[in-house]
């Protein structure tokens, strides 16, 4: 017999006060996992951003265009790799709750500088000779049954009208982060039929995509740009593709900021209910351990024992959440892409969110484990004799 | 003959509060090796304050303890932890097996600090299983065997490691008269078949008179050698 049997044979000598005890630690995780994944799901489009790309938007804010005209001016700047233009068309898709981000885009320079859309070449030269053609993300495809040659229309508000469009790609991300619930179309469609329309609205744009050659060149890229621009009728202010993602992050910082807390919460709260467990199991092992030390064990025997039966039990409630993570997560991630799929374009269960939770779990057994050692450690034999009666 | 304990001018006491209780005062005692003694006294007369400095796992406050020519004073916590393991073999009242281990395992508790290996180990236990008369009973635990059989479980941890002193506290306190007497006669064996040294506490006039010497204690002093072999 070695001492680890010893320490499972502890474990399970209360079966019942261990298994609600490793269910409790496996529902915290779980939760734990929910929560993390929730978080990883707002900042998934800032994971997903490009180190070399920058935002260009008037400075007022998002709603206020700019002139087309910039992008020349833009291209110009040494360390510039490409410009291309946007624009956030709004609009409904049959009804207000089929939300979906909408952009119109010039293909030639979007595609080149965005390669983490994937299309097929052929898919791509229908995009770009088509004038109403547009793609959609693989998910938005497969949750509105969309295919390619397909006819949607878009009701607009922004830009008012019945806008009609066909499908002529279906792009998959590149990488597990990139979005797939993005529609694209020509802005040059925009632009044509605003010009029959409000002929005033014509030749404006939303933002510019810049790409720069090196991460190096972005702060004095962004800066040149903005400073070209001052005293302007339409100044700009120029980002980070990431801090162009932060700065919707942080509309609903407070909101991640309590899930964040919440999280913690949850495993606050199990570390408490395994404390009492060992604390309870120590209290009533005062005379064994007394026993074991007369025999001599030493004290670093008797804080294997403890940490080896608190970590088992972490172990096992961790092992069994994270199990349930996996499918549970991923159902989840499919009721909330019914309605919610273009808040959260990838929600699923990270390797980092894997590696905290167990951190978690096993922090949680070591540190329940502290106390009774030090109790068990402590306590003189005689007086741990005694205890018996 | 050499003796296995020699006590010298020992005293001891708790603090209770803020109190300061006096249990053993300026005791001494020899005890040759070989033999087996029994230590007497009402409740509350130091027998086992006395039986845990002897054993290594009590400190006294002053004078000396020397068993098995070691100064258990001079020892760390450490090194007293080791030698117990080396040279001590304790029996309690209440046997103290661990419930969830089996007989076999509890008797192989005190080699898992050797270096022994597990099939020396198993031979070291299923020879004092059979010593004690359990060699059948090794895969039971503890709450399928009787109190009687239990005890025998504990004597076998106590001499697997072949130790030079045994010390039994109130070893017939928690049994019936006829497993008492089993274990005496099992004790009164280990002595005289296997040399063993025994101290035992006990307030048992019979358990005593299997003993060669009876100390009487009271009041934390020792009364005069009573011999009786």
Redesign the interface.
């Known amino acids: 017999m070695k001492i680890f049997k010893l320490v499972i044979k502890n474990a399970l000598r209360h079966k019942l006060r261990s298994i609600l005890t490793a269910l409790g630690i496996a529902i915290a995780v779980l939760a734990f996992g929910i929560l993390r994944t929730v978080i990883d799901a707002w900042y998934i489009g800032v994971e997903a951003s490009s180190q070399t790309r920058l935002i260009t938007r008037n400075e007022v804010s998002l709603g206020f265009p700019m002139p087309l005209a910039y992008r020349e001016k833009i291209a110009q700047i040494p360390g510039v790799t490409g410009v291309s233009i946007g624009q956030w068309f709004g609009g409904t898709y049959v009804d207000p709750k089929n939300f979906f981000a909408r952009f119109a885009v010039e293909p030639e320079s979007f595609l080149p500088l965005y390669p983490e859309y994937v299309l097929t070449e052929k898919e791509r030269e229908d995009f770009l000779k088509e004038r109403n053609s547009c793609v959609v993300g693989a998910k938005i495809a497969t949750k509105y049954g969309w295919k390619l040659g397909d006819n949607i229309r878009l009701i607009g508000d922004i830009f008012p009208g019945d806008w009609d469009f066909v499908i002529r790609g279906i792009y998959h991300g590149a990488a597990r982060t990139t979005d797939e619930t993005q529609m694209f179309f020509q802005w040059e469609y925009l632009n044509e039929q605003l010009g029959q329309t409000t002929r005033g609205r014509m030749d404006q744009v939303g933002f510019f995509y810049v790409g720069v050659a090196s991460a190096d060149d972005v702060t004095r890229v962004s800066e040149t740009i903005d400073a070209m621009f001052d005293n302007s009728m339409a100044e700009t202010k120029t980002e980070t593709e990431k801090e162009f993602q932060m700065s919707f992050v942080s509309m609903v910082g407070t909101i991640i900021t309590t899930v964040k807390v919440i999280s913690v919460v949850v495993i606050a709260i199990i570390l408490l209910v395994l404390a009492n467990t060992m604390a309870m199991t120590a209290r009533e092992r005062v005379a064994e351990y007394a026993v074991l030390k007369t025999l001599g064990f030493r004290p670093s025997h008797l804080t294997g024992l403890i940490f080896g039966e608190s970590m088992f039990i972490s172990i096992l409630g961790g092992a069994i959440g994270l199990l349930l993570s996996v499918p549970i997560i991923k159902g989840f991630g499919e009721f909330l892409s019914v309605d919610l799929g273009s808040f959260f374009p990838v929600f699923e269960l990270s390797r980092s969110t894997v590696l905290l939770a167990a951190a978690a779990a096993l922090s949680v057994g070591v540190i329940a484990a502290v106390f009774p050692t030090l109790k068990a450690t402590r306590i003189k034999i005689a007086d741990g004799l005694r205890y018996i009666g | 003959m050499a003796n296995v304990v020699d006590i010298r001018g020992v005293n001891k006491s708790y603090t209770r509060g803020n109190q300061k209780i006096p249990v053993l005062n300026n005791i001494s005692l020899a005890v040759p090796d070989g033999e087996f003694l029994a230590l007497m006294g009402p409740s509350g007369s130091g027998k086992t304050?006395l039986l845990?400095l002897i054993?290594g796992?009590?400190r006294p406050d002053s004078g000396s303890v020397s068993v098995a020519n070691t100064e258990l004073s001079k020892l760390s916590e450490?090194a007293l932890?080791?030698w117990?393991?080396?040279h001590v073999g304790?029996i309690?009242q209440?046997y103290?097996l661990?419930?969830?281990?089996t007989a076999f395992?509890n008797v192989?508790?005190?080699l898992?600090?050797t270096k022994l290996s597990k099939s020396k180990r198993h031979e070291h236990v299923k020879s004092a299983l059979d010593i004690v008369g359990l060699g059948d009973r090794m895969k039971h635990s503890p709450n399928q065997l009787s109190g009687g059989q239990q005890q025998r479980v504990a004597i076998a941890?106590a001499i697997v490691t072949d130790p030079t002193l045994i010390v039994a506290d109130e070893p017939t306190g928690d049994l019936d008269k006829d497993s008492a007497g089993e274990i005496l006669t099992l004790l009164e064996r280990l002595n005289k078949e296997f040399k063993k040294s025994i101290v035992m506490v006990t307030h048992d006039p019979r358990a005593a008179e299997k003993a060669h010497t009876i100390r009487h204690l009271d009041k934390g002093e020792l009364e005069n050698v009573n011999h009786k072999k």
């Open positions: 304050t845990n054993a796992i009590d450490s932890a080791n117990r393991s080396q304790f309690f209440f103290n661990m419930p969830v281990l395992e192989e508790l005190p898992l600090l941890r």
